[in-house]
């Protein structure tokens, strides 16, 4: 499986993006979709997912700002990213499970940056 990011640049608080994220396979509606970031110098953490069951999970720090979506006839889950923060800046990755648990497969990341 492959998981290829697109849609990050530089963007000024309180700004939008929307990210895209394609991944290959016949079986794509069973994936379940995730988002992370990792800021530098920082953890990764988790930011959102879209499970195959159409469960919406978000991280507390960006509930009712961003949102995930997905269109399964394109094999491409979205974040639509807005208000977007400076604490937002991070390198966005995209990751695809499509077992019961880890997710196994990853993007190379897309740079989102939001100046003040």
């Known amino acids: 499986v492959q998981v290829v990011e697109s849609g990050g640049g530089l963007v000024q608080a309180g700004g939008s993006l929307r990210l895209s994220c394609t991944a290959s396979g016949r079986t794509f509606p069973l994936y379940t979709m995730g988002w992370f970031r990792q800021a530098p110098g920082k953890e990764r953490e988790f930011v959102a997912s879209?499970?195959?069951?159409?469960?919406?999970v978000y991280a507390a720090s960006v509930k009712g700002r961003f949102t995930i979506s997905r269109d399964n006839a394109k094999n491409t889950v979205y974040l639509q990213m807005n208000s977007l923060k400076p604490e937002d800046t991070a390198v966005y990755y995209c990751?695809?499970?499509?077992?019961?648990?880890?997710?196994?497969?990853w993007g190379q990341g897309t740079q989102v940056t939001v100046s003040s």
């Open positions: 990751a695809a499970a499509t077992g019961a648990n880890e997710y196994n497969y």
């Open positions: 879209d499970k195959w069951s159409g469960e919406l």
